[in-house]
């Protein structure tokens, strides 16, 4: 069971990868998929390595990230 | 067990407005530092941004309280107003370096000179962004803008100006510092000063100044992972992180 779980606003990513490269852990990815300003968001790629230390969200320009602890 | 929210998006930016700032720009950061604090200190209905022209008038849509937007560079003065008018509201200028340094410097220096009790949030970027990447009085020795395509030189455009140690020799700002969001750490650290800042308003001590040295991916001509590269080798070397003045330490 992981202890952190992350949400992302997809419409709010920007492909920066500030959040990718912020990780600790790895846990996240540039997916394949684009939102509707054609940008191919972020997804959690290892969510079960997630720890929730919400790096990700406090890097985040937008605000796109969400965080969640056990 | 239960799951618990460590970390939700401030109440200070619309829910449900995308910003209009490019990919990697740390206005957004600093935009969602401010919301958070102010959120923290409970004083979101009486907060008062004065902003100036440029990059950060993009912001006008993206937060969800009260913006004025005064004429390029006069930010500080139009606070001074707006702070000596309705001294139980939280004001404070929101401006980059083009705005800030270059045109509105006299009206920065002569706000922080008087003591005004507002706190100044400063975005330093090297570069005006909106205008299309023209050459700013903090542009490095030797970087490219528009206006100076073979690079700034010292004998044609001077040396990059720096605002915190120009603002250090005045006897009358209270707290003065120079930091970075390239980082969680940072932004942490970044959170802790926005917040004395804002503090200090509240208290009534004084001018405050926050410079944020930032990256403008977009006229740098970088991608934002490159950009952070050139932001910590160069500009950091340039601009040293640090409280360039904080009269609280002093007297204790």
Redesign the interface.
């Known amino acids: 069971m992981a202890k952190?779980?992350v949400e992302i606003a997809t419409?709010?990513c920007?492909?920066?990868?500030?959040c990718v490269?912020?990780c600790p852990k790895n846990c996240l990815a540039v997916g394949e998929k684009v939102n509707s300003?054609g940008?191919p968001y972020v997804v959690s790629a290892n969510p079960e390595d997630c720890i929730?230390c919400?790096?990700c969200?406090?890097?985040?320009?937008?605000?796109a990230?969400?965080?969640?602890?056990? | 067990m239960a799951e618990k929210k460590v970390y939700e998006k401030t109440l200070g930016v619309m829910p449900d407005v995308i910003s209009g700032f490019c990919p990697g720009c740390m206005h957004g950061t600093v935009h969602k530092l401010v919301g958070e604090v102010v959120q923290e200190l409970g004083m979101l209905d009486k907060l008062v941004r004065v902003e100036g022209v440029g990059c950060c008038g993009l912001g006008q849509q993206f937060v969800s309280h009260d913006v004025i937007i005064a004429a390029h560079g006069r930010a500080c003065a139009v606070a001074t107003g707006v702070k000596r008018c309705s001294p139980e509201s939280l004001v404070y200028t929101y401006q980059g370096d083009g705005d800030l340094a270059s045109i509105g410097l006299d009206e920065t220096v002569s706000a922080a000179n008087r003591g005004e009790n507002f706190t100044v949030i400063f975005i330093n970027n090297g570069i005006y962004g909106m205008t299309g990447g023209q050459m700013a009085p903090t542009t490095l020795i030797g970087m490219k803008a528009t206006t100076a395509p073979f690079g700034r030189k010292v004998e044609e455009h001077g040396y990059p100006m720096h605002v915190c140690e120009l603002l250090s020799q005045l006897k009358t700002p209270q707290f003065l510092v120079r930091t970075a969001v390239d980082t969680p750490q940072n932004v942490i650290k970044t959170r802790k000063y926005i917040k004395q800042a804002f503090q200090n308003q509240i208290d009534g001590k004084g001018f405050s100044l926050v410079e944020v040295v930032t990256s403008c991916p977009t006229n740098w001509g970088y991608t934002a992972k490159e950009a952070l590269t050139f932001l910590r080798e160069k500009m950091f070397e340039e601009f040293p992180l640090g409280v360039y003045r904080d009269k609280d330490k002093e007297e204790a």
């Open positions: 952190g779980r419409e709010f920007k492909s920066c990868e500030y490269i912020s300003k940008y929730g919400a790096m969200a406090q890097i985040c320009p937008e605000s990230i969400e965080v969640w602890r056990q």
